[in-house]
Nanobody, 116 residues
Framework: QVQLVESGGGLVQPGGSLRLSCAASVNILSIPIMAWYRQAPGKERGLVAAILSGGDTNYAHSVKGRFTISRDNAKNTVYLQMNALKPEDTAVYYC??????????WGQGTLVTVSS
């Protein structure tokens, strides 16, 4: 059983920062891609950022320059550093990967609320 467990969500004021963590129950060293998605109330789930095993990254246009995705293979953890947060960043944030033996694997999500 492969599990992804997100943490780090919470309430933050506009302009603030949060760091989300996604801890995997397996060694992520050889996992080709890991990603963060988010789903705001009433909206579809969409890609926020992705990171390849070689370190290449990709970001949604709306977060580019504010969010940074990184991975610590020794800790089997992927991070999402979120700076200059805006109310429109409010959403449940999910960690996701794809494994050949399991297919898509999602975490349970962590809620981020940006509000004054």
């Amino acid at each position: 059983q492969v599990q992804l467990v997100e943490s780090g969500g919470g309430l933050v004021q506009p302009g603030g920062s949060l760091r989300l963590s996604c801890a995997a129950s397996v060694n992520i060293l050889s996992i080709p891609i890991m990603a963060w998605y988010r789903q705001a109330p009433g909206k579809e789930r969409g890609l926020v950022a992705a990171i390849l095993s070689g370190g290449d990254t990709n970001y949604a246009h709306s977060v580019k320059g504010r969010f940074t995705i990184s991975r610590d293979n020794a800790k089997n953890t992927v991070y999402l550093q979120m700076n200059a947060l805006k109310p429109e960043d409010t959403a449940v944030y999910y960690c996701k990967t794809f494994l050949a033996d399991y297919g898509e694997v999602w975490g349970q999500g962590t809620l981020v609320t940006v509000s004054s």
